[in-house]
Each structure stands twice: as structure tokens, then as C-alpha cells.
């Protein structure tokens, strides 16, 4: 894959902190306390390159994904974790300097984020934390207009049917749904913010 697209130097626009339980028993060098990594934005070209990876990764392992459609299921669970890990390879670094990939996998990112290093709760942590990151900070997305808002209701009785096609998918859109919930609970009424807080989350991946 490509070197890590330029950007400005600096500190990172966001921070994951990265308990001891996310790293795989089997990596040698694993964390054994709570670390700080930094995450900085990807650009298009990249992303494109860990979309193109993730699918070379899946196909390599499920190469009749195309015949069945349990074959194709586990294509796209294949998929998505490895999309995952291989954003948190050229999406991480060092907290201090964007610039500097995270000393844990500085030598070979994509090798050691993507094989080694993390459970896949531990990839999922990090990978919303850059997400919420992403979300929040980028410009370039459009904020939800109050007619877009309108149509949440109605949109999310569709999460019960995307459960049944794309698990993963579904999952990730309860998470960043959650995370809106509860900034906008921060800034409720106390009552309201409570009952949230209290709410058990239903994230089982």
C-alpha cells in the first residue's frame, strides 16, 4: 500500500485511550497498562487503498463469496473487520506529533494492526473512537438539517431489517447513534440525562 498521505504537523485532532483487555494475549509487544494513541483524518486516496486491502484480505479467505449466500455473509464480516483494522493502521499516531505513526506499530503498521495486535473488541473501540473523531471534526460533512431530522423516526425502523442483512453494519450505526444520544443528553435536562446514562447498551460485537 501507498506511504501515509502528507498533513500538517502538529497535534493529532483526537485521542483514543486504549485499555489493556483490547490487545491480542498472543502480541509479544502489547501494552500491558492503559495507552494514548493519537487519530488523525485519512484522505480519500487512502481509504480507497484500505477499502481495495480489506477486499483482497476477505476474498483471499472466502473466495466463493459470489456463490452462496452464507459464503457472502462471511465475505462481508471478512470485510468490514479488516476495513477496520487497516483504517486504525493509517489512522493512528502518535498523540504528540500527527505526523508519527504510533510507536507500538511504527515499523510495519498495516502488518502488526492488522494481524497482530488487537482483539477485535479492542479494533472496534478504536476504530469508533476515530470515527466520532472524524465525524465531529471534518468539515466537509454536512450537519443534518432540521428536515433531515424529521425523517429519523420513519429511517430507523430500518435497523431491525439491516440487523438481519449486515450485522456489522447495523451494529456500527447503533454506536454512532448512541454517541449522539448522549452528547445530546449532556445537554439536557437532568431527568433526561439520567435515564440515558442508566440505558445498558445493546453493542454485543
Given at each position: 500500500m501507498s506511504n501515509f498521505s502528507e498533513v500538517q504537523g502538529g497535534l493529532p485532532p483526537g485521542f483514543v485511550n486504549?485499555?489493556?483487555?483490547?490487545?491480542?494475549?498472543?502480541?509479544?509487544?502489547?501494552?500491558?497498562?492503559?495507552?494514548?494513541?493519537?487519530?488523525?483524518?485519512l484522505p480519500d486516496p487512502?481509504?480507497?487503498?484500505?477499502?481495495?486491502?480489506?477486499?483482497?484480505?476477505?476474498?483471499?479467505?472466502?473466495?466463493r463469496f459470489r456463490e452462496t449466500e452464507e459464503e457472502r455473509a462471511l465475505f462481508i464480516a471478512s470485510f468490514n473487520g479488516?476495513?477496520?483494522?487497516?483504517?486504525?493502521?493509517?489512522?493512528?499516531?502518535?498523540?504528540?506529533?500527527?505526523?508519527?505513526?504510533?510507536?507500538?506499530?511504527?515499523?510495519?503498521?498495516?502488518?502488526?494492526?492488522?494481524?497482530?495486535?488487537?482483539?477485535?473488541?479492542?479494533?472496534?473501540?478504536?476504530?469508533?473512537?476515530?470515527?466520532?473523531?472524524?465525524?465531529?471534526?471534518d468539515i466537509g460533512i454536512r450537519a443534518a438539517t432540521d428536515e433531515d431530522l424529521k425523517l429519523l423516526p420513519d429511517l430507523l425502523r430500518f435497523l431491525p431489517v439491516l440487523n438481519k442483512l449486515d450485522r456489522s453494519r447495523e451494529q456500527r450505526l447503533r454506536r454512532l447513534l448512541r454517541y449522539v444520544i448522549l452528547d445530546l443528553a449532556s445537554v439536557a435536562p437532568e431527568e433526561a440525562s439520567t435515564r440515558v446514562d442508566a440505558e445498558p447498551s445493546t453493542d454485543t460485537e
Amino acid at each position: 500500500m501507498s506511504n501515509f498521505s502528507e498533513v500538517q504537523g502538529g497535534l493529532p485532532p483526537g485521542f483514543v485511550n486504549v485499555p489493556p483487555e483490547a490487545w491480542d494475549s498472543k502480541w509479544e509487544d502489547r501494552p500491558l497498562e492503559e495507552v494514548c494513541i493519537g487519530l488523525r483524518f485519512l484522505p480519500d486516496p487512502d481509504l480507497e487503498d484500505a477499502r481495495i486491502e480489506a477486499f483482497r484480505r476477505a476474498e483471499k479467505f472466502f473466495p466463493r463469496f459470489r456463490e452462496t449466500e452464507e459464503e457472502r455473509a462471511l465475505f462481508i464480516a471478512s470485510f468490514n473487520g479488516a476495513l477496520i483494522r487497516f483504517v486504525i493502521a493509517r489512522g493512528t499516531c502518535n498523540p504528540n506529533n500527527v505526523l508519527e505513526t504510533w510507536e507500538g506499530w511504527a515499523d510495519a503498521a498495516e502488518d502488526i494492526a492488522v494481524e497482530q495486535a488487537l482483539t477485535d473488541h479492542g479494533a472496534q473501540l478504536i476504530f469508533d473512537k476515530w470515527e466520532e473523531m472524524r465525524i465531529g471534526a471534518d468539515i466537509g460533512i454536512r450537519a443534518a438539517t432540521d428536515e433531515d431530522l424529521k425523517l429519523l423516526p420513519d429511517l430507523l425502523r430500518f435497523l431491525p431489517v439491516l440487523n438481519k442483512l449486515d450485522r456489522s453494519r447495523e451494529q456500527r450505526l447503533r454506536r454512532l447513534l448512541r454517541y449522539v444520544i448522549l452528547d445530546l443528553a449532556s445537554v439536557a435536562p437532568e431527568e433526561a440525562s439520567t435515564r440515558v446514562d442508566a440505558e445498558p447498551s445493546t453493542d454485543t460485537e
